[in-house]
């Protein structure tokens, strides 16, 4: 009796769970792959060019979509300042997530110079941060980040920042971004 019971529990636990699964849902909120889609911010510290370049992620290669990311070369200037890079959407507000988000997503190319990546988002009116790490490779990664379960939701990308936080070497570095994305619950519509 007892091991028909746990095999019941077992099964309705593993439909629950296939249910949940079932569920979530990925949004892609831009392949950052058109030209004059993503800008600089004017009032930028550093001097920047953006490009949209033919560097891909290997992974990614023969799914569909164009095979293009935004190439992004920096001329830090060095010293012990915090300097940055903020790129944003050409069409600030445009990048809205349609459902209650558990992550986002980004593949990167790093730099290897060890600048600093963060996601800046509007939580439900509120600017927000999500930390990236630092740029320390410069292969292909899907850098993923847990939306924290207490931020008040929708979302909204407000765009992505390149920081040094003091890194003292002066040094022109590229990065490439694509696929930026979101994780969630597609029943939980927002408006």
């Known amino acids: 009796m007892k091991t028909?019971?746990?095999k019941a529990v077992a099964v309705l636990a593993l439909g629950a769970l296939t249910a949940v699964r079932a569920q979530?849902?990925?949004?892609?909120l831009s392949d950052l792959n058109q030209a004059g889609e993503w800008v600089s911010e004017e009032w930028d510290p550093v001097s920047s060019?953006?490009?949209v370049r033919p560097e891909f992620p290997p992974e990614l290669k023969g799914q569909g979509g164009e095979e293009t990311s935004l190439g992004v070369k920096v001329n830090w200037p060095g010293g012990e300042n915090f300097v940055y890079c903020n790129l944003?959407?050409?069409?600030?507000g445009s990048l809205k997530?349609?459902?209650?988000a558990t992550a986002i997503s980004l593949w990167v190319k790093g730099s290897?110079?060890?600048?600093y990546l963060d996601l800046h988002?509007?939580?439900?009116?509120?600017?927000m941060k999500l930390e990236l790490g630092q740029m320390t490779y410069d292969t292909w990664r899907k850098l993923e980040v847990a939306i924290p379960a207490d931020w008040a939701q929708p979302l909204t990308v407000k765009g992505i920042a390149i920081h040094s936080w003091g890194l003292p070497q002066a040094v022109?570095?590229?990065c490439y971004f694509t696929r930026l994305e979101a994780k969630g619950d597609a029943s939980q519509p927002l408006p």
């Open 4 to 6: 028909w019971f746990r």
């Open 24 to 28: 979530e849902t990925i949004h892609r």
């Open 49 to 51: 060019k953006l490009e």
């Open 88 to 92: 944003v959407p050409a069409v600030a």
């Open 97 to 100: 997530v349609p459902f209650r």
């Open 112 to 115: 290897g110079t060890g600048h």
């Open 121 to 127: 988002v509007i939580a439900n009116g509120q600017p």
């Open 172 to 174: 022109i570095s590229t």
